[in-house]
Protein backbone atom coordinates (compact mmCIF):
# COMPACT_ATOMS: atom_id res chain seq x y z
CA UNK A 1 0.00 0.00 0.00
CA UNK A 2 2.35 2.19 0.79
CA UNK A 3 4.71 1.58 -2.27
CA UNK A 4 1.34 2.50 -4.28
CA UNK A 5 1.21 5.71 -2.35
CA UNK A 6 4.76 6.72 -3.04
CA UNK A 7 3.96 5.45 -6.81
CA UNK A 8 1.01 7.77 -7.14
CA UNK A 9 2.83 10.37 -5.68
CA UNK A 10 5.27 10.48 -8.18
CA UNK A 11 3.23 10.13 -11.06
CA UNK A 12 1.27 13.34 -10.46
CA UNK A 13 4.65 15.47 -9.58
CA UNK A 14 6.09 14.40 -13.08
CA UNK A 15 2.30 14.94 -14.25
CA UNK A 16 2.01 18.73 -12.56
CA UNK A 17 5.14 19.86 -14.46
CA UNK A 18 3.37 19.93 -17.89
CA UNK A 19 0.40 21.83 -16.16
CA UNK A 20 2.11 25.10 -14.50
CA UNK A 21 3.59 27.00 -16.90
CA UNK A 22 6.61 28.75 -15.49
CA UNK A 23 6.12 27.03 -11.97
CA UNK A 24 8.94 25.13 -11.28
CA UNK A 25 8.24 21.96 -9.87
CA UNK A 26 10.42 19.84 -7.97
CA UNK A 27 11.37 16.46 -9.27
CA UNK A 28 14.25 15.41 -6.86
CA UNK A 29 16.57 16.95 -4.47
CA UNK A 30 18.89 17.74 -7.92
CA UNK A 31 16.77 19.30 -9.97
CA UNK A 32 13.56 21.19 -11.05
CA UNK A 33 11.03 20.61 -13.83
CA UNK A 34 8.72 23.54 -15.63
CA UNK A 35 6.94 24.36 -19.01
CA UNK A 36 9.06 26.82 -20.98
CA UNK A 37 7.38 29.35 -23.02
CA UNK A 38 7.55 26.93 -26.20
CA UNK A 39 5.58 24.41 -24.12
CA UNK A 40 8.55 22.18 -23.84
CA UNK A 41 9.04 20.42 -20.40
CA UNK A 42 12.61 21.56 -18.96
CA UNK A 43 14.77 19.36 -16.18
CA UNK A 44 17.42 21.51 -14.98
CA UNK A 45 19.91 20.51 -12.18
CA UNK A 46 21.72 22.62 -10.74
CA UNK A 47 23.53 24.20 -14.06
CA UNK A 48 27.08 25.77 -13.50
CA UNK A 49 27.81 26.55 -16.66
CA UNK A 50 24.94 28.88 -17.99
CA UNK A 51 25.01 30.91 -21.63
CA UNK A 52 22.20 33.77 -21.71
CA UNK A 53 21.35 34.71 -25.61
CA UNK A 54 20.42 38.18 -24.86
CA UNK A 55 21.42 40.56 -22.47
CA UNK A 56 18.12 41.43 -20.38
CA UNK A 57 18.21 37.69 -20.11
CA UNK A 58 21.59 36.88 -18.43
CA UNK A 59 20.28 39.84 -16.30
CA UNK A 60 18.03 38.50 -14.90
CA UNK A 61 20.34 35.17 -14.25
CA UNK A 62 22.72 37.41 -12.44
CA UNK A 63 19.69 38.65 -10.31
CA UNK A 64 18.81 35.18 -9.76
CA UNK A 65 21.76 34.55 -8.22
CA UNK A 66 23.52 32.77 -10.90
CA UNK A 67 27.27 32.84 -12.82
CA UNK A 68 27.41 33.03 -16.65
CA UNK A 69 29.57 31.39 -19.02
CA UNK A 70 28.33 32.79 -21.67
CA UNK A 71 26.42 35.76 -22.96
CA UNK A 72 25.42 37.42 -26.12
CA UNK A 73 27.03 41.01 -26.77
CA UNK A 74 24.36 43.29 -25.72
CA UNK A 75 25.14 41.77 -22.31
CA UNK A 76 27.74 44.16 -22.62
CA UNK A 77 26.78 46.87 -25.45
CA UNK A 78 23.54 47.60 -23.87
CA UNK A 79 23.36 46.58 -20.60
CA UNK A 80 27.11 46.80 -19.17
CA UNK A 81 26.59 44.10 -16.93
CA UNK A 82 29.49 43.30 -14.29
CA UNK A 83 30.43 40.08 -15.71
CA UNK A 84 33.36 37.22 -14.58
CA UNK A 85 36.47 37.76 -16.70
CA UNK A 86 35.70 33.90 -17.65
CA UNK A 87 32.22 34.95 -19.67
CA UNK A 88 32.36 34.96 -23.12
CA UNK A 89 30.10 36.43 -25.81
CA UNK A 90 28.72 34.00 -28.08
CA UNK A 91 27.98 36.68 -30.85
CA UNK A 92 24.63 38.89 -31.25
CA UNK A 93 21.61 37.64 -29.58
CA UNK A 94 20.00 38.23 -33.07
CA UNK A 95 22.67 35.52 -34.84
CA UNK A 96 24.37 33.78 -31.86
CA UNK A 97 27.38 31.42 -32.68
CA UNK A 98 26.05 28.35 -32.06
CA UNK A 99 29.79 26.38 -32.32
CA UNK A 100 30.81 28.81 -29.89
CA UNK A 101 27.74 27.98 -27.73
CA UNK A 102 28.38 24.22 -28.30
CA UNK A 103 32.21 24.71 -27.26
CA UNK A 104 31.56 26.71 -23.79
CA UNK A 105 29.64 23.00 -22.96
CA UNK A 106 26.79 24.86 -21.35
CA UNK A 107 24.14 22.40 -19.20
CA UNK A 108 21.38 25.53 -19.49
CA UNK A 109 21.00 27.60 -22.29
CA UNK A 110 18.60 30.61 -22.08
CA UNK A 111 16.69 31.83 -25.05
CA UNK A 112 14.11 33.88 -26.52
CA UNK A 113 10.88 31.97 -27.87
CA UNK A 114 10.15 35.12 -29.64
CA UNK A 115 13.39 35.52 -31.63
CA UNK A 116 13.74 33.25 -34.80
CA UNK A 117 17.04 32.59 -34.42
CA UNK A 118 17.12 31.38 -30.90
CA UNK A 119 13.95 28.86 -32.31
CA UNK A 120 16.26 27.39 -34.82
CA UNK A 121 18.88 26.91 -32.26
CA UNK A 122 16.20 24.17 -30.51
CA UNK A 123 16.97 21.11 -33.00
CA UNK A 124 20.86 21.80 -32.67
CA UNK A 125 20.91 22.15 -29.15
CA UNK A 126 18.70 18.97 -28.07
CA UNK A 127 21.22 17.17 -30.41
CA UNK A 128 24.38 18.22 -28.19
CA UNK A 129 22.68 17.46 -25.30
CA UNK A 130 22.14 20.49 -24.32
CA UNK A 131 19.72 21.66 -22.05
CA UNK A 132 17.54 24.61 -23.45
CA UNK A 133 14.61 26.86 -21.88
CA UNK A 134 12.83 29.50 -23.88
CA UNK A 135 11.71 32.44 -22.15
CA UNK A 136 8.93 35.35 -23.57
CA UNK A 137 9.20 38.70 -21.53
CA UNK A 138 7.10 41.79 -22.36
CA UNK A 139 5.63 42.96 -19.50
CA UNK A 140 7.04 43.06 -15.86
CA UNK A 141 4.90 39.98 -15.11
CA UNK A 142 6.88 38.18 -17.66
CA UNK A 143 10.14 39.00 -16.06
CA UNK A 144 8.65 38.21 -12.33
CA UNK A 145 7.82 34.74 -13.45
CA UNK A 146 10.95 34.13 -15.63
CA UNK A 147 12.60 35.37 -12.33
CA UNK A 148 10.79 33.32 -10.06
CA UNK A 149 11.40 30.11 -12.19
CA UNK A 150 15.30 30.82 -12.46
CA UNK A 151 15.47 31.76 -8.39
CA UNK A 152 14.16 28.18 -8.30
CA UNK A 153 16.79 27.03 -10.49
CA UNK A 154 19.83 28.56 -8.79
CA UNK A 155 18.32 28.18 -4.77
CA UNK A 156 18.41 31.73 -4.29
CA UNK A 157 14.83 32.46 -3.34
CA UNK A 158 15.55 35.43 -1.18
CA UNK A 159 16.49 36.85 -4.84
CA UNK A 160 13.25 36.51 -5.78
CA UNK A 161 12.10 39.09 -3.23
CA UNK A 162 14.79 41.64 -3.39
CA UNK A 163 14.81 41.98 -6.91
CA UNK A 164 11.21 40.39 -8.04
CA UNK A 165 8.49 41.09 -5.06
CA UNK A 166 9.79 44.51 -3.95
CA UNK A 167 9.40 46.42 -7.28
CA UNK A 168 5.98 44.86 -7.37
CA UNK A 169 5.17 46.42 -4.41
CA UNK A 170 6.58 49.22 -5.67
CA UNK A 171 4.80 49.62 -9.14
CA UNK A 172 1.74 48.81 -7.09
CA UNK A 173 2.05 51.99 -5.15
CA UNK A 174 2.74 53.91 -8.27
CA UNK A 175 -0.45 52.30 -10.05
CA UNK A 176 -2.38 53.08 -6.84
CA UNK A 177 -1.44 56.86 -6.69
CA UNK A 178 -2.10 57.49 -10.84
CA UNK A 179 -5.70 55.81 -10.43
CA UNK A 180 -7.31 59.11 -8.98
CA UNK A 181 -6.05 60.99 -12.03
CA UNK A 182 -7.83 62.30 -15.01
CA UNK A 183 -6.89 59.69 -18.10
CA UNK A 184 -4.85 61.41 -21.06
CA UNK A 185 -4.37 60.60 -24.26
CA UNK A 186 -1.44 59.12 -25.88
CA UNK A 187 0.49 58.37 -29.15
CA UNK A 188 3.25 55.84 -28.37
CA UNK A 189 5.82 56.28 -31.32
CA UNK A 190 9.04 53.94 -32.28
CA UNK A 191 11.67 55.63 -35.22
CA UNK A 192 13.67 53.86 -37.10
CA UNK A 193 15.89 54.84 -40.04
CA UNK A 194 12.81 54.24 -42.00
CA UNK A 195 11.00 56.97 -40.11
CA UNK A 196 8.20 55.94 -37.59
CA UNK A 197 5.59 52.93 -36.14
CA UNK A 198 2.69 53.58 -33.28
CA UNK A 199 2.48 50.69 -30.58
CA UNK A 200 -0.20 49.94 -29.13
CA UNK A 201 -1.01 49.00 -25.67
CA UNK A 202 0.06 45.24 -26.46
CA UNK A 203 3.73 46.41 -26.54
CA UNK A 204 6.17 46.63 -23.25
CA UNK A 205 6.22 50.53 -22.76
CA UNK A 206 2.44 50.92 -24.34
CA UNK A 207 1.04 48.43 -21.41
CA UNK A 208 3.13 50.47 -18.93
CA UNK A 209 1.22 53.79 -20.30
CA UNK A 210 -2.52 52.06 -20.11
CA UNK A 211 -1.41 50.33 -16.54
CA UNK A 212 -1.53 54.06 -16.05
CA UNK A 213 -4.55 55.02 -17.06
CA UNK A 214 -3.50 56.71 -20.21
CA UNK A 215 -5.70 56.32 -23.36
CA UNK A 216 -3.88 54.83 -26.45
CA UNK A 217 -4.95 56.50 -29.67
CA UNK A 218 -2.94 53.21 -31.56
CA UNK A 219 -5.83 51.09 -29.30
CA UNK A 220 -9.25 52.19 -31.07
CA UNK A 221 -7.44 53.02 -34.63
CA UNK A 222 -5.27 50.09 -35.33
CA UNK A 223 -4.66 51.46 -38.93
CA UNK A 224 -1.95 53.87 -37.43
CA UNK A 225 0.43 50.28 -36.31
CA UNK A 226 0.26 49.73 -40.13
CA UNK A 227 0.75 53.47 -41.08
CA UNK A 228 1.88 56.63 -40.23
CA UNK A 229 -0.91 58.82 -40.92
CA UNK A 230 -1.07 62.14 -39.76
CA UNK A 231 -4.58 63.09 -40.81
CA UNK A 232 -5.82 59.98 -38.22
CA UNK A 233 -3.41 61.79 -35.62
CA UNK A 234 -4.58 65.34 -36.04
CA UNK A 235 -8.41 63.82 -35.41
CA UNK A 236 -7.64 61.95 -32.08
CA UNK A 237 -5.09 65.10 -31.67
CA UNK A 238 -3.21 63.42 -28.11
CA UNK A 239 -2.46 64.97 -24.97
CA UNK A 240 1.21 63.34 -25.00
CA UNK A 241 3.22 61.84 -27.80
CA UNK A 242 6.11 59.56 -26.51
CA UNK A 243 9.06 58.67 -28.85
CA UNK A 244 11.06 55.80 -28.55
CA UNK A 245 14.18 55.83 -30.73
CA UNK A 246 15.71 52.48 -32.20
CA UNK A 247 19.17 51.44 -33.33
CA UNK A 248 22.24 52.57 -32.50
CA UNK A 249 22.11 55.86 -33.70
CA UNK A 250 20.05 58.07 -31.55
CA UNK A 251 20.84 61.28 -33.51
CA UNK A 252 19.95 59.34 -36.96
CA UNK A 253 16.90 57.96 -35.56
CA UNK A 254 15.44 61.74 -34.75
CA UNK A 255 16.88 63.29 -37.86
CA UNK A 256 14.52 60.74 -39.82
CA UNK A 257 11.52 61.80 -37.65
CA UNK A 258 11.97 65.43 -38.24
CA UNK A 259 12.57 64.70 -41.95
CA UNK A 260 9.65 62.42 -42.47
CA UNK A 261 7.01 63.41 -39.64
CA UNK A 262 7.56 66.97 -38.48
CA UNK A 263 8.19 69.19 -41.40
CA UNK A 264 4.58 68.46 -41.94
CA UNK A 265 2.79 71.82 -41.44
CA UNK A 266 0.35 70.20 -39.27
CA UNK A 267 2.60 68.41 -36.69
CA UNK A 268 3.03 71.85 -34.91
CA UNK A 269 -0.38 72.38 -34.88
CA UNK A 270 -0.98 68.98 -32.33
CA UNK A 271 -1.63 70.05 -28.80
CA UNK A 272 0.95 67.83 -27.36
CA UNK A 273 3.75 69.81 -29.23
CA UNK A 274 2.50 73.16 -28.83
CA UNK A 275 2.22 72.12 -24.83
CA UNK A 276 5.64 70.72 -24.81
CA UNK A 277 4.11 66.90 -24.23
CA UNK A 278 6.49 65.80 -27.09
CA UNK A 279 8.81 63.81 -25.45
CA UNK A 280 11.74 61.20 -26.14
CA UNK A 281 12.23 58.49 -23.61
CA UNK A 282 15.22 56.79 -22.78
CA UNK A 283 15.41 53.88 -24.43
CA UNK A 284 17.31 51.74 -21.36
CA UNK A 285 14.05 52.52 -19.90
CA UNK A 286 11.46 52.02 -22.64
CA UNK A 287 13.41 49.72 -25.26
CA UNK A 288 15.54 47.37 -23.33
CA UNK A 289 14.00 45.29 -20.77
CA UNK A 290 13.90 47.34 -17.70
CA UNK A 291 14.00 44.08 -15.15
CA UNK A 292 14.90 44.87 -11.66
CA UNK A 293 14.30 48.23 -12.50
CA UNK A 294 11.06 48.64 -13.80
CA UNK A 295 9.69 50.36 -10.99
CA UNK A 296 12.14 53.42 -12.49
CA UNK A 297 10.39 53.06 -15.55
CA UNK A 298 6.72 53.24 -14.33
CA UNK A 299 7.61 56.06 -11.95
CA UNK A 300 9.41 58.08 -14.94
CA UNK A 301 6.04 57.95 -17.03
CA UNK A 302 4.16 58.77 -13.83
CA UNK A 303 5.98 61.99 -12.75
CA UNK A 304 5.77 63.32 -16.76
CA UNK A 305 1.70 62.48 -16.73
CA UNK A 306 0.53 63.79 -13.41
CA UNK A 307 3.53 65.14 -12.03
CA UNK A 308 5.77 64.12 -8.65
CA UNK A 309 3.84 63.58 -5.80
Known amino acids: MVYAVMIFMLVNMLAGC ?47 GGRLAGVTDDAFDERGLELSEETVSVGKYNSPNVEKIIALNPDLVLLSSETKEHAALKEVLKQS ?69 AQNSKTMTGKMLNDLGCKNIADENQSLLKEFSMESIVKEDPDYIFVIPMGNDDALAMKNLKESIEKNPVWNGLNAVKNNRYILLPKEKFLYKPNGKWGESYQYLSEILYGKE
Open 129 to 197: GITAAYFKVTYFEDYLSMLKTCTEITGRKEMYEKNGLSVKTEIEEILSGAKAKEPPSVLLLITYSGGAV
Open 18 to 64: GKRTGEPVSVTQEGYCFTDALGQEVTVRKPERVVALMGSFAEVWLSA
